[in-house]
C-alpha cells in the first residue's frame, strides 16, 4: 500500500512539475515571441551593413582605380605636324605632358578621398593626392593632405610614408624643426618599415639646411657609417665633407 502511494505521489508532483512548466511558457510566449523579434531585427541589420559596406567597399576599388588609370596612364608627347597639315591629336588614354596627366590625376585622387574618407582606399587616394600636390610645389597644400592621411591612417605603412612626405614638404617650406623632429621620430621607430639609410640622409639635409652643420655631420655619418653598401652612402659622404668644410 506504501508503495502505490508512494507512485501515486510522483505522478502528482510530475503532473504540478509538467502544469508549471506549461504555465511558464504561457506567461513567457510574448515575452519569447519579442526576443525572436528583436533576433530577425539584428539579422537584418547586420545582413543590411554587411551588404552597405561590401557596397561601398566596391565603389571606393572602382573610384581609386579611376584615379590610378590615369596617374599610370602613359605620356606620349606630340609629334611636330608636317607642313599644311593639321596638329596631331593625342592618343586615346595617353597624355601629352607628365603635368598634364597629373592635373588629370589630382582631382580624381581627391574626390576618391574625400568620398569614401575612412576606407584604406580614401586614405591611399589621399596620400596619392598629397604625393602630386609636392610634386608640383604647392607644399602648403601636400602638407595639409599628408596630415589627413596621419591622421586617418594609425599606423600603417601610409601613415609613416605620409609623416617622410610631410617632413619633405615642411623643409620646402624652411619648417626645419618641424621636419628634423619627424625625421628624428622616424628613425627612432624600431617598427618601421622605412629604410633607414635615406631617413638618416634626409635629416642630414634637413639639419644642414637649418644651419646645424655638426648634427648634420652625424646624421651623414651614421648613413656612411652604418650602412656602406646604401644606394645612399656616396650622397652621405660628399654631403658629410661639405658638412665638415662649413
Same mark, same amino acid.
Do not use: C
Given at each position: 500500500?506504501?508503495?502505490?502511494? @508512494? /507512485? ?11 502544469? /508549471? ?5 504561457e ?8 526576443v #525572436? ?24 576599388d572602382? #573610384? ?9 596612364? *602613359?605620356?606620349? *608627347? ?8 593639321? !596638329?596631331?591629336? *593625342? ?36 596620400? /596619392? ?36 612626405g ?51 655631420a652625424? !646624421?651623414?655619418n651614421?648613413?656612411?657609417? %652604418? ?9 652621405? @659622404? @660628399? %654631403?658629410? %665633407?661639405? !658638412?665638415?668644410?662649413?
Amino acid at each position: 500500500m506504501k508503495r502505490i502511494e @508512494r /507512485h501515486k505521489l510522483k505522478e502528482n508532483e510530475f503532473a504540478r512539475t509538467v502544469a /508549471h512548466a506549461r504555465d511558464l511558457l504561457e506567461t513567457r510566449k510574448r515575452d519569447f515571441g519579442i526576443v #525572436a523579434i528583436i533576433l530577425v531585427v539584428l539579422v537584418i541589420v547586420v545582413g543590411g551593413m554587411l551588404v552597405w559596406r561590401q557596397s561601398r567597399n566596391a565603389s571606393a576599388d572602382r #573610384a581609386l582605380a579611376a584615379a590610378i588609370a590615369i596617374y599610370e596612364a *602613359p605620356v606620349v *608627347p606630340l609629334a611636330a605636324p608636317a607642313p599644311g597639315s593639321p !596638329a596631331p591629336l *593625342p592618343q586615346p588614354g595617353t597624355y601629352t605632358t607628365e603635368d598634364a596627366k597629373l592635373q588629370a590625376a589630382l582631382p580624381k585622387f581627391i574626390e576618391a578621398a574625400d568620398r569614401y574618407p575612412n576606407t584604406g582606399q580614401g586614405i591611399a587616394a589621399r596620400f /596619392h593626392a598629397a604625393a602630386i600636390l609636392a610634386g608640383m610645389r604647392r607644399d602648403s597644400e601636400a602638407e595639409q593632405r599628408y596630415q589627413e592621411v596621419i591622421a586617418k591612417a594609425g599606423r600603417t605603412i601610409y601613415a609613416r610614408t605620409a609623416k617622410l612626405g610631410l617632413a619633405d614638404v615642411q623643409v620646402a617650406q624652411g619648417k626645419y624643426d618641424s621636419a628634423i623632429n619627424i625625421y628624428t621620430e622616424l628613425s627612432r621607430d624600431a617598427d618601421s618599415q622605412l629604410p633607414l639609410d635615406s631617413i638618416l640622409l634626409q635629416l642630414g639635409r634637413a639639419y644642414g639646411r637649418a644651419g646645424r652643420k655638426e648634427e648634420a655631420a652625424r !646624421a651623414f655619418n651614421r648613413v656612411v657609417s %652604418e650602412f656602406p653598401q646604401s644606394l645612399y652612402a656616396a650622397d652621405a @659622404r @660628399r %654631403e658629410l %665633407e661639405e !658638412a665638415k668644410k662649413s
